[in-house]
């Protein structure tokens, strides 16, 4: 079964594209992270979670979700995580995690798609992204091969620096930085009541038909990207930028 999480569509693109390649089941974990339900799920086939990357890390949402989680059936587990650039010392914690759910780690993909994170960076241009999204494609291929072969993906090479990142940095990024107090929504905001349906934690609500942000954020960019009116803004730090979501995966004959 591909198991996955998105909040700008490219872990979904890879995981729709798995799921069709593979003839495999798909599960979007959004409904049991916003509701806090702890998912009960079977699968013959392996487990495969696909997901982004979180400061060189699986995202603690969907961390928990596999905490949390019964997974019978197949005891074989890989991972694909989505990154704009790279995943760093992703790979321990994904072992552990594996280890705690009696499930046997198959390996980890690192697919490079266009970074998300607008809050620190500046997405690509759409000619750009959709090359990333090609070459992203042939990595999924290669993937493909590797599980449908029976093999593990192959071990992601490390250095200090990628320890660095993916401990102390990442502790300190949930720690310090992801907040929700800057974003704002501008005048423009209509009152559609999206940015409160995809935040994946209920972390809006709407009073007096404005968006209110409370203390749960996780700065996944889903409402500041979602937003059809770009009405949300972070400080300054999103101004005149724009906002990236990954078009839907439209099956093989668009490849
Ligand atoms: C909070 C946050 C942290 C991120 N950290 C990293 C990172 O450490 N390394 C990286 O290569 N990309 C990082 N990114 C980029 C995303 O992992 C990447 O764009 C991903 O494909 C987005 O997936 P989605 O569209 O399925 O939500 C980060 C994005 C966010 C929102
Ligand atoms: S999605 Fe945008 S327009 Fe809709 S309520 Fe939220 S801020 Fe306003
Ligand atoms: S408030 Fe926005 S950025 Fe934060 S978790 Fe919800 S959707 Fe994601």
Redesign the pocket.
């Known amino acids: 079964m591909i198991v996955y999480f998105?909040?700008?569509?490219?872990?979904?693109f890879c995981a729709e594209w798995l799921a069709d390649h593979r003839k495999d089941d798909l599960l979007d974990t959004f409904y049991y992270i916003r509701h806090g339900v702890a998912a009960e799920l079977q699968s013959e086939k392996p487990w495969v979670f696909v997901m982004?990357?979180?400061?060189?890390q699986i995202p603690r949402i969907v961390e928990d979700f596999i905490i949390s989680g019964h997974f019978s059936g197949s005891r074989d587990a890989y991972f694909v995580m989505?990154?704009?650039?790279?995943?760093?010392n992703a790979e321990p914690k994904l072992q552990e995690l594996c280890r705690r759910k009696a499930l046997t780690y198959r390996g980890t993909l690192q697919v490079v798609?266009?970074?998300?994170?607008l809050v620190m960076f500046t997405p690509p241009d759409p000619a750009q992204a959709e090359t990333m999204r090609q070459k992203a494609v042939a990595t999924l291929q290669q993937g493909e091969q590797w599980m449908e072969a029976g093999k593990s993906f192959p071990t992601i090479p490390v250095g200090k620096w990628d320890r660095l990142?993916s401990g102390m940095v990442n502790q300190a990024f949930y720690r310090f930085y992801?907040k929700a107090r800057k974003f704002y929504a501008k005048d423009t905001c209509i009152s559609c009541g999206k940015c409160q349906h995809v935040c994946p934690l209920n972390n809006i609500h709407l009073e007096n038909g404005k968006p209110v942000w409370g203390k749960q954020c996780t700065?996944?960019?889903a409402c500041i990207s979602k937003c059809p009116v770009e009405a949300i803004e972070y400080g300054t730090a999103t101004r005149n930028k724009q906002r990236y979501l990954?078009p839907p995966y439209q099956g093989r004959e668009s490849q």
């Open positions: 998105s909040a700008t569509g490219n872990s979904q982004p990357t979180y400061c060189w989505t990154c704009g650039g790279e995943v760093g798609m266009p970074d998300n994170y990142k992801v700065h996944c960019m990954c």
